[in-house]
């Protein structure tokens, strides 16, 4: 399940995907603690976004949707991060919405 999120002046819905830099990612972990269903550490000591059947997505840039039920809990990573390495943005337009990049 993917969020719809409603976008600003407009009552268009947008589904939602996040990713992490991990040239950025300093391994801290704080994400893994807000939201441990769509991050987790791995033996690098780096953070990764999972699948919604819960597999670490280690490719460069791999996007996992963002679950309804988790949206707080992915913003409050993005915006607690150290690195500045979460980004979440539209699946439409790839517009960042929340994380260091978000207008």
């Given amino acids: 399940m993917t969020v719809r999120q409603e976008a600003p002046g407009d009552s268009a819905t947008q ?14 972990g704080i994400c893994v603690q807000y939201a441990p269903e769509v991050f987790e550490l791995d033996i690098d000591g780096l ?20 679950p309804l039920p988790l949206l707080q809990d992915v913003v409050d990573s993005a915006k607690e991060c150290p690195g500045d390495c979460i980004h979440v943005r539209r699946v439409s337009d790839s517009v960042e919405v929340f994380g260091p990049d978000a207008a």
Wanted: net charge negative.
């Fill in 15 to 28: 589904d939602l995907e996040v990713w992490i830099d991990q040239d950025l990612c300093t391994g801290d």
């Fill in 47 to 66: 953070a990764y976004v999972k699948s919604g059947e819960d597999e670490l997505l280690q490719d460069k840039g791999a996007t996992t949707p963002v």
